[in-house]
Structure formats: C-alpha cells, structure tokens
C-alpha cells in the first residue's frame, strides 16, 4: 500500500471521520511554534513539509502518480479547513499552487519525474519570476530575453517583486525569444537554476520592514533547453493556466484562512467588551457574509478544475474578493484595537504582537498582487460577462 492510499479516505470514511483522522494527526506530529531566526524558521518549515509528504498528507489535489493525495472535492474543502485550523506552516515558496498544474500539464515525462517530488516535499523551493519593471500587469511587454545558442539559452533582464526570491531554489520564468514586437506570441515558459552563474538576487524592504520581495538579475544565464516548458514562443497558454491556479489556489487556502481570522476577530471583540455595539455586529455580520461567499465561490472553482483541468475566469472574482475582504477585515481590527493598534510588538502593551498592524500593512499591496484590481475587473468584464476588450489595453 502506498503512502498516498494509506493517507487518502477509505471508500466508506465519510467527511466527518476524514477531518477526525486528519485532526489526530495534525496533533500527534505538529511542529510546535515557529522559530524567531529566519533561517531556523526556514528549516522548521522543510521539516514539517517533509513529514506532510512522508506521511502521505500532501498534494490534495495532485494525482496519485505524482505523489499527491488526489482528493475529492469535498474532502480537499475539509484538508484546507483543518490545515487552517491547525496554524501548521503552508508550503514554501509559489511553486505548488502555480507552476506545479503547469508541469503536470505541459511538462515532459522527465520534468514531471525531476521537479514534482521534490517540490511537494519542500526540497526544492520554486519562485515566480514574471513582473518586470515596466511589465506587472502588461506582462505581454516583458523584456527580459533568451537567445538560443545550441542546447541552451543564454538569458539577459531583470525580474521584480519575485516573492521568497532569496530562499528560492528555482525560478519558473517568462522570457522574450521573439520580436520585441511580438508580445504573447514570442515568450516562452523557462525554469531557471537559482543558483546559476549570472544569477543575482537583491532583497526589497516592504512596507512591514521584511524582506518577502526580491529583485532578480539575469547576466547571460545559461539555461538547458532541456528546462523549457512547453515549445519556443509559445509560453502564453502556459502562463494564462499558471495565473488561473495561482489565483485559484489562493482561493481555497485563503478562504479557509479568513474563517479561522474571522474567529479570531471576534474573540478579541469579545474579550474587549465590544460586541455588544450593535455598530461592531453589523460589521462582523458583513464580513461573515463575505467570507461565506468567498468559501462558495472557492468550492465553484475547484468543481471547475476536476470538471475540465483549469479553474477558469471565475478565479479573477476569487482574486477580487479576497484582495478587499482582507484590507477590510485588517482595517476593522484597527478600528477595535483604536490608538492601541499603533503600537509595535515590543512595546509591553501590545495586542497579539501588533499581528493586526502588520496584516493591515501587509495587506495594503493585496489590490496589486497577482494581477491588479483593474486587470481582474477587465478579465470579469471580458471572459465572464462576455463584454468587448477593454479599449485601453494592447490588442491581445
């Protein structure tokens, strides 16, 4: 019996005995808090990946063959749920929810059987190289080249706003092997060494003071041909499927995320006298109807992707959602903390670490990332409604 058909329900354990099985072992195997040391936090995080994987408890919704648990609808709904309510550590990195479909789809044999393990497994950490100065929302105008030179491509730019860049093993890129006027139709879809000669990263400070974001330097890095996803000038498809996962990936996880918060919330209302004020209920009540309907709609696409392998354009409604629903419910929390939410977690009169602070911060970039706000609506607008192309943007 294999890992995956150990961990996986059994044909007659119905929803409720899978979450119990699920909660015993969340709870015989937790990794305990995190670490303060960035790079010890780093390791814990492996770790844990590590025994998800070994224990067959990773991958809800990869096939089997891959390595993943192949779960059905309802109970991949359940893993998210009692992954959230665990507060165990996601996975590292933007690999699985993003360019893992994309292998899976439109790798070879071999790239499925070299990168996939690995990085369900927390071996090998993938970041997303696609925004370039220039090139965030018009990702058709990327500028950033690759020159084929026998079994390799030598490739020349810059990348921005690449999340965990400086813990990354591996970046899943775009490039520009066409004209420069050639837009959707000269990229192609590239995984580049992290590590290769010519690779250079450059930590951003953000808004909180971390350092999530990188800048990504290419000097004439020489890429195996055999590291191309997919065939020369024609990425675009593949970049259509990674940003439709990536979004809906971010759907369920977050969904399940925004319950357990919402709780959370609540208690800290409750514990500082404020819900009794029929003013606070009103807006608890608003935001408990939000974080139903992003549930919902998270269920909607992950039915889409079992029914037809791609979540769709509904997954730009998920993206929209999320991205106001969690700068409201941050906003609200500092509305309840008032001049306390101001403090920084050393200060001895901090609440919960300053963590409300933090998220509204953090959260100020969230109607940017993954597409903004107005890319969303245009896609909405055209894909769902079925409206004209946005005269504004270049012609697809």
Do not use: C
């Not at 970046?171 to 520009?176: E, I, P, Q, W, Y």
């Not at 514990?271 to 209920?281: C, K, N, S």
């Amino acid at each position: 019996m294999t890992l995956q058909e150990r961990a996986n329900p059994a044909p007659a354990e119905t929803g409720e005995e899978f979450r119990t099985r699920l909660r015993a072992f969340f709870t015989d195997h937790h990794p305990g808090r995190a670490p303060k040391d960035p790079a010890e936090r780093f390791a814990w995080n492996r770790r844990w990946l590590a025994t998800m994987f070994d224990h067959g408890y990773a991958g809800p919704g990869w096939p089997r063959e891959f390595g993943g648990m192949e779960l059905s609808f309802a109970h991949q709904v359940i893993y998210q749920e009692e992954l959230a309510r665990a507060r165990v550590p996601g996975p590292l990195g933007t690999g699985l929810g993003i360019v893992a479909p994309t292998i899976i789809k439109y790798g070879t044999r071999e790239q499925r059987d070299r990168w996939l393990g690995p990085m369900l497994r927390g071996d090998k950490v993938w970041a997303q190289g696609y925004s370039e100065p220039g090139a965030g929302s018009d990702l058709p105008s990327l500028r950033t080249t690759a020159r084929r030179d026998g079994d390799e491509y030598v490739v020349n730019g810059q990348k921005v706003w690449t999340t965990h860049a400086g813990d990354a093993d591996l970046f899943f890129t775009l490039v520009r092997t066409g004209t420069p006027q050639s837009r959707q139709k000269g990229i192609t879809y590239l995984v580049v060494d992290a590590r290769a000669r010519g690779v250079q990263v450059r930590p951003l400070r953000d808004l909180t003071g971390g350092h999530a974001f990188a800048e990504v330097y290419f000097d004439d890095v020489r890429v195996p041909v055999a590291d191309r996803i997919g065939e020369e000038n024609e990425g675009w498809p593949l970049v259509r499927t990674s940003l439709g996962h990536e979004r809906a990936a971010g759907a369920m996880n977050q969904a399940a995320l925004y319950r357990r918060v919402l709780t959370e919330l609540e208690d800290l209302a409750r514990e500082r006298g404020l819900l009794a004020d029929p003013l606070v209920r009103a807006r608890f009540t608003d935001l408990e109807i939000q974080v139903r309907i992003i549930r919902y709609n998270a269920q909607r696409i992950i039915s889409d992707i079992l029914a037809k392998g791609e979540p769709g354009a509904a997954s730009s409604v998920s993206r929209l959602l999320i991205s106001a629903f969690e700068q409201e419910i941050h906003e609200f929390a500092l509305d309840l903390l008032g001049p306390a939410a101001l403090l920084g977690k050393s200060a001895a009169q901090s609440v919960q670490r300053s963590r409300w602070l933090h998220g509204f911060l953090r959260t100020r970039a969230s109607t940017i990332g993954a597409g903004t706000r107005e890319i969303q609506l245009n896609t909405i607008a055209e894909q769902v409604l079925g409206l004209p192309h946005d005269p504004a943007m270049p012609p697809r």
